[in-house]
């Protein structure tokens, strides 16, 4: 019968020999691990801007290779794009323009030389004269409501009333220029003659005029007759005369001078 040898049955020599050649292979193996280790750590890294460019030219060759079409480079942000401009901001204050434009001579009267009664008194720097010979007053200026026998009411009386027969010559109380002549439904037949600073109005003048518009008077001139007043018809006949610096009412008996 054929007799077989146990493992064990294995002589001390073998088994050194074994663990020998196990440990060399071991040994061979952690060399080469080290080794392949050592090169990997020890490889230079490539710098951020040329690997990223590598990388960026060969995508762009094969993608040209395989599709055709050339892929656009992409430019990096400029400073001006992350960052906006400085504009210059300016200090100056804002100009003012004045105007050098003045009001005429009309509204500097009326606004300013004539707010009050007093003041558009005083911009009456001439004494006038009676407007007809009698010199008489049938009825004054007056601001506050008066009785007015024609149109049964009261109001006031804007102007001065010279008692005057009719026909009778009216003389102009200042010299100046015929501005207007015209025909109101109340006053009549009304003269406007333009003093300067001043405009004196004669109401109630006969149609027969004795004046034309634009024509020069000088003061005492004869420049119509009495006529007929339709708002105070029931009065005894006379000449109304109003006095106006702008739009102030001047009353006439202020600015007429003492009989010579």
Same mark, same amino acid.
């Given at each position: 019968?054929?007799?077989?040898?146990?493992?064990?049955?294995?002589?001390?020599?073998?088994?050194?020999?074994?663990?020998?050649?196990?440990?060399?292979?071991?040994?061979?193996?952690?060399?080469?691990?080290?080794?392949?280790?050592?090169?990997?750590?020890?490889?230079?890294?490539?710098? $951020?801007?040329?690997?990223?460019?590598?990388?960026?030219?060969?995508?762009?060759?094969?993608?040209?290779?395989?599709?055709?079409?050339?892929?656009?480079?992409?430019?990096?942000?400029?400073?001006?794009?992350?960052?906006?401009?400085?504009?210059?901001?300016?200090?100056?204050?804002?100009?003012?323009?004045?105007?050098?434009?003045?009001?005429?001579?009309?509204?500097?009267?009326?606004? $300013?030389d004539a707010s009050t009664p007093l003041k558009a008194v005083l911009k009456i720097n001439e004494s006038l004269?009676?407007?007809?010979?009698?010199?008489?007053?049938?009825?004054?200026?007056?601001?506050?409501?008066?009785?007015?026998?024609?149109?049964?009411?009261?109001?006031?009386?804007?102007?001065?009333?010279?008692?005057?027969?009719?026909?009778?010559?009216?003389?102009?109380?200042?010299?100046?220029?015929?501005? $207007?002549?015209?025909?109101?439904?109340?006053?009549?037949?009304?003269?406007?003659? $333009?003093?300067?600073?001043?405009?004196?109005?004669?109401?109630?003048?006969?149609?027969?005029?004795?004046?034309?518009?634009?024509?020069?008077?000088?003061?005492?001139?004869?420049?119509?007759?009495?006529?007929?007043?339709?708002?105070?018809?029931?009065?005894?006949?006379?000449?109304?005369?109003?006095?106006?610096?702008?739009?102030?009412?001047?009353?006439?008996?202020?600015?007429?001078?003492?009989?010579?």
């Amino acid at each position: 019968m054929k007799k077989y040898k146990h493992a064990n049955d294995k002589k001390p020599t073998e088994r050194v020999s074994f663990y020998i050649a196990l440990s060399i292979c071991l040994m061979a193996v952690g060399f080469a691990a080290w080794s392949a280790y050592s090169a990997f750590n020890g490889a230079p890294e490539p710098s $951020d801007n040329t690997y990223f460019s590598s990388l960026s030219t060969e995508k762009a060759a094969v993608a040209q290779e395989m599709t055709g079409i050339t892929e656009p480079e992409t430019q990096p942000p400029t400073q001006a794009a992350t960052q906006p401009p400085t504009q210059a901001v300016s200090k100056e204050e804002p100009q003012i323009i004045i105007s050098e434009t003045k009001p005429d001579k009309k509204q500097d009267v009326m606004h $300013d030389d004539a707010s009050t009664p007093l003041k558009a008194v005083l911009k009456i720097n001439e004494s006038l004269v009676y407007p007809v010979k009698s010199q008489q007053v049938t009825n004054p200026y007056s601001e506050d409501g008066v009785y007015n026998k024609t149109l049964h009411d009261y109001r006031a009386h804007t102007g001065c009333d010279f008692a005057a027969e009719e026909g009778e010559n009216i003389y102009a109380m200042c010299g100046g220029t015929v501005k $207007d002549i015209s025909v109101s439904e109340l006053y009549g037949v009304i003269l406007e003659v $333009d003093c300067g600073d001043f405009t004196v109005y004669y109401c109630g003048l006969d149609t027969d005029f004795l004046v034309e518009k634009e024509q020069e008077v000088s003061t005492g001139d004869t420049i119509g007759t009495v006529g007929h007043i339709p708002c105070e018809s029931e009065d005894d006949a006379h000449v109304h005369i109003e006095i106006r610096v702008g739009d102030q009412l001047v009353d006439p008996l202020s600015v007429i001078g003492p009989d010579d």
